[in-house]
């Protein structure tokens, strides 16, 4: 399934994103703070309301806005990254296609392997 999955608290962000899928014919999901504990593979599955955290985050801990890409062809991929800079749309550092190395770790773990690994590129 073509998805993508996003935290952010810019709601005009998400509108856009938003948009911006409905287009594509993308589905979108919206990672809840809550859910930041949760692993990757149980995000957007009809069971929302069974989510529950499989880890405590830790408390202070600040997440910055994400994008993960689930089961998206390149094509499709680089075409969304192609619209999302068209339309304007406020750039997001932290961005991982969802794989099976990465699937099974908590949204906040991954978060922190692509901040771990953007400050050795950087």
């Not at 990672?31 to 309301?49: F, S, Y």
């Not at 994400?66 to 550092?93: C, H, M, Q, V, W």
């Amino acid at each position: 399934m073509d998805q993508i999955l996003i935290y952010t608290k810019n709601n005009e962000k998400r509108t856009q994103i938003a948009e911006l899928c409905s287009m594509m014919e993308l589905s979108l999901y919206i990672i809840t703070p809550q859910e930041l504990g949760c692993p990757v593979a149980l995000l957007g599955e009809k069971k929302k309301k069974q989510l529950k955290s499989s880890v405590q985050v830790p408390a202070l801990y600040y997440q910055p806005d994400l994008i993960l890409f689930n089961g998206l062809s390149d094509e499709a991929l680089d075409n969304f990254l192609a619209f999302y800079r068209l339309k304007g749309i406020e750039p997001t550092a932290l961005k991982a296609v969802v794989t099976p190395v990465n699937y099974s770790w908590p949204v906040f773990e991954l978060t922190k392997e692509l901040q771990k690994e953007a400050k050795e590129l950087g």
